[in-house]
């Protein structure tokens, strides 16, 4: 069995540029095993950064966004966020993300960590933000290739709607991991 | 502010094949926003089903793969887990990626649910599978694109990992925040 001081890093030895899909950018890199010494290539989606917000009310509600979402054909249930734009901060994504897309601003904002949203092939991270006190004081900016609504959601609601599936979107659950208990009630690991 | 009645699906005006990228398919779709009647074109990524595998042994540690990862440009530290393949069960595939990877194998198997890594643009889902007296009862079987070292950490080991960034692969953490509770001590939500 392996030990994990053996895992290397693996050497690149050719890197080309591929289709540029607007939502990233394709580019395949050549390596090199160093435990068989196989050349394969890779495809590695160049992403930009990500961030979404959990947002809280001063009633605990969390702002919800409902849209229809091209990858699964159907109307999902999230938490703001977006890609964080070139030369932005992802603080400021995270306030701007609240702002467009809920009507929602907030000065109570604190850092949740990142995540990587898949390492095997995507190079970027997502930053979780929280914004608590968060109040609707703007009309929504959607721009046209948006259709967003509005929902706040208690602290149960949000609980029910993922062991329901309604809210399965990896990236608003590892945000919302980071400040509820989000296992179910039979779902505690057996002793 | 809009309701959440008002968001529908967007019809689809037209569909076309992109390129094969191997760890999935681009496609490109045309559709109608019912908001605006704008016409917008859309990536999808057609991706294969996914799962992944929380392994505990009888010592209650759980079993981890580290790798080097081609998007990241790093070694990661993970569940065991991968693709589904065509035709495959996805508990067929997890109890697959379990003794492949890591050669480990349970007796004791429990469905956690699934997740959508990214119903922006993927299309598909990640299956969660709990595996209880997880033990190590065959060697890996490792294809020349992997590199893959093995080990198994304790309650308080995975959330110290995920607390330092250590373990960050979203799709983990989903799978985690099923049977952990994830938020750091400082983490709740203020009351």
Do not use: K
Request: some cysteine.
């Amino acid at each position: 069995m392996n030990d994990a001081q053996h895992v290397r890093p693996w050497p690149l030895l050719a890197r080309e540029s591929g289709p540029d899909l607007l939502i990233c950018r394709v580019r395949y890199d050549t390596l090199s095993n160093p435990r068989t010494g196989a050349q394969l290539r890779r495809t590695v989606l160049e992403t930009p950064q990500w961030c979404n917000v959990v947002a809280f009310t001063p009633q605990r509600r969390l702002v919800v966004v409902r849209q229809f979402r091209f990858g699964s054909s159907s109307i999902t249930t999230e938490i703001p966020g977006g890609v964080v734009d070139r030369g932005e901060e992802h603080g400021a994504a995270a306030r701007r993300e609240l702002r467009e897309e809920a009507g929602y601003t907030s000065s109570d904002w604190r850092y949740l960590g990142c995540v990587e949203p898949n390492p095997a092939f995507h190079d970027n991270l997502c930053h979780h933000w929280l914004a608590l006190d968060a109040q609707p004081t703007h009309a929504q900016e959607l721009d046209p290739g948006e259709d967003i609504a509005i929902a706040t959601l208690s602290v149960d609601e949000v609980r029910a709607a993922i062991w329901s599936g309604e809210i399965r979107h990896a990236l608003v659950l590892t945000a919302l991991s980071r400040v509820l208990d989000l296992r179910p009630a039979n779902g505690h690991l057996p002793s």
